[in-house]
């Protein structure tokens, strides 16, 4: 029986995180999250970071009832962790 040996290439990884698709994919999940919470929630695009090359994105709150919601409700947790 021949050996057969797994081979991990980490810049393949990198690649994968940083593709077109993997951006879309992130940018829809932000999407659903900002939906979730409601008005005064914004989401914005996935972006590559530094370091490992990760695509992110943030929905973040614009307005000062979205913050107050927020702070008293943590809908962004909530709506975050019903994904």
Not at 55 to 75: F, K, S
Request: proline share 1%; charged share 30%.
């Amino acid at each position: 029986m021949a050996d057969n040996k797994l081979v991990w290439r980490s810049g393949v990884f990198k690649e994968i995180r940083s593709l077109p698709t993997v951006k879309a994919a992130v940018n829809e999940a932000a999407q659903k999250v900002a939906a979730k919470c409601g008005t005064g929630y914004e989401v914005k695009a996935a972006q590559i970071t530094g370091g490992r090359g990760r695509a992110r994105a943030e929905v973040v709150t614009r307005t000062y009832q979205a913050m107050r919601r927020e702070a008293r409700d943590h809908t962004l947790l909530k709506a975050g962790g019903s994904l």
